[in-house]
């Protein structure tokens, strides 16, 4: 069972920057593809971005493409999340997650977060 803890959100204005972070319990993470998303109230949770075990591959959200950008550190089983040039509509619970296989789809991650509150004021 991976155990995932995100780390690292907060209250930031409109135009900065935040990097995300996710533990994972598992020393076979790097067997894992990596997956962030986000959920704001009222909305479905929604796909940002995934990345491979091996970090070779990476499959973004159209829309985020240019202000987030994905990592990992297997040898640290850590995966990020760096944000910038944040708006008030990317406020949202933001959720890492894992699954054997790289996904946009929710549904196809087995293991999630807490999840980490991101709000950005306007």
């Known amino acids: 069972q991976v155990q995932l803890v995100e780390s690292g959100g907060g209250t930031v204005q409109a135009g900065g920057s935040l990097r995300l972070s996710c533990a994972a319990s598992?020393?076979?993470?790097?067997?894992?593809?990596m997956a962030w998303f986000r959920q704001a109230p009222g909305k479905e949770r929604e796909f940002i971005v995934a990345i491979s075990g091996n970090g070779k591959d990476t499959a973004y959200q159209n829309s985020m493409k240019d202000r987030f950008t994905i990592s990992r550190d297997n040898a640290k089983t850590m995966l990020f999340l760096q944000m910038n040039s944040l708006k008030p509509e990317d406020t949202a619970v933001y959720y890492c997650?894992?699954?054997?296989?790289?996904?946009?789809?929710?549904?196809?991650?087995?293991?999630w977060g807490q999840g980490t509150q991101v709000t950005v004021s306007s």
């Open positions: 997650a894992a699954s054997p296989v790289i996904d946009m789809r929710a549904s196809a991650y087995e293991h």
């Open positions: 598992e020393r076979t993470f790097s067997r894992y593809a």
